[in-house]
């Protein structure tokens, strides 16, 4: 033991020297106990939206385990998603399973979506100590659906369920026609993307199609394409409700003009 003189003007040194050595102690008990048991887990993940997501911690020990917890925590929203041998919540499935010298927890993400990106910590407690490990898992070439149109003088293109987030690139033939689109992007309560674009074809060749392609920046590739057919199905449906709407935009231009 430490020893620490006692006078009356030392208690506040002497319980600072306590509380040192008791850290010190602690950390240097964990440390030790640790090295009787080694966690692994995969340091990266990736999954596209929709998909099941299967995150394993495996504990190997030198000696016969004796856990007191072995767990899987969702760092993003300090939630614990898994507890070994007990039930968990209906967006994953937990499992556990155990040898004499390893024991298993998995954790599976059902239905993965951005709100699951993020860093998952695998800890346990045993009779060795704590010990920890990270596993990251992040979302990527999400697509859930798409679709094309003509009307009138544009021409439009959809592409929904998109993570993460993207550009529309519009071409005919070797022609860049991009600057004279312009895209709408809204964010669905998965927190994915519908990304839409609209180009005015009057400049293009009408009997050429033009090639929409979703354009990922972060990812730097093109995740679809599309080709749209000026001379479509669609181009006879001129209704006078599209007419209506012309004039109301034109209005619309009229006043934000004015103003
Ligand atoms: C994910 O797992 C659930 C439940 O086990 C299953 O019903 C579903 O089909 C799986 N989805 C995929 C994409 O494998
Ligand atoms: C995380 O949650 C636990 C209880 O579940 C709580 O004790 C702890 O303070 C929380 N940590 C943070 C950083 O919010
Ligand atoms: C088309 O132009 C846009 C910018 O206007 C650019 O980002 C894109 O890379 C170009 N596409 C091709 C195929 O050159
Ligand atoms: C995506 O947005 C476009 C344009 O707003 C819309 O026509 C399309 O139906 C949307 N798709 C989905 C799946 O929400
Ligand atoms: C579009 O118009 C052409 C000729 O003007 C006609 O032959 C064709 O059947 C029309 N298509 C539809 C879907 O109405």
């Known amino acids: ?31 030790a106990a640790g090295q009787g048991v080694t966690l692994h887990t995969t340091s990266q993940e990736a999954a596209r939206c929709g998909e099941n997501l299967t995150l394993t911690c495996e504990a190997s020990s030198s000696r016969p385990l004796d856990i007191k917890s072995f767990s899987w925590l969702f760092l993003a929203k ?5 507890v070994a041998d007990r039930p968990c919540d209906p967006e994953f499935v937990c499992d556990s399973a155990a040898e004499l010298l390893v024991h298993r927890l998995s ?8 709100a699951n990106q993020g860093d998952y910590l ?14 990251t898992v992040t979302v ?18 959809w592409f929904s369920g998109v993570y993460p987030s993207g550009t529309v690139h519009w071409s005919q033939g070797k022609d860049n026609f991009t600057r004279a689109s312009s895209t709408l992007q809204q964010v669905d309560h998965h927190g994915r993307y519908n990304v839409s674009s609209s180009l005015d074809i009057r400049e293009g060749n009408p009997n050429q199609p033009y090639a929409c ?3 990922i ?17 669609q181009e006879n449906r001129s209704s006078g409700g599209k007419v209506q709407l012309q004039w109301i935009c034109v209005l619309v231009g009229i006043m934000t003009f004015m103003i």
Do not use: Y
């Open 1 to 31: 033991m430490m020893k620490v003189r006692s006078s009356p003007s030392d208690v506040e040194t002497r319980r600072a020297v306590g509380w040192v050595s008791i850290l010190w102690f602690t950390a240097a008990v964990s440390s």
């Open 78 to 82: 300090n939630k614990s998603v898994c």
């Open 107 to 114: 954790v599976t993400l059902l239905n993965v979506m951005p």
């Open 122 to 135: 695998c800890k346990l407690h045993s009779t060795f100590g704590a010990k920890d490990s990270t596993t």
């Open 140 to 157: 990527q070439d999400c697509l859930g659906g798409s679709g094309s149109s003509i009307k009138e003088a544009f021409a439009r293109c």
């Open 213 to 215: 392609s979703l354009w």
């Open 217 to 233: 920046p972060s990812a730097g590739k093109t995740l679809a394409s599309l080709m749209v057919h000026p001379v479509g199905k």
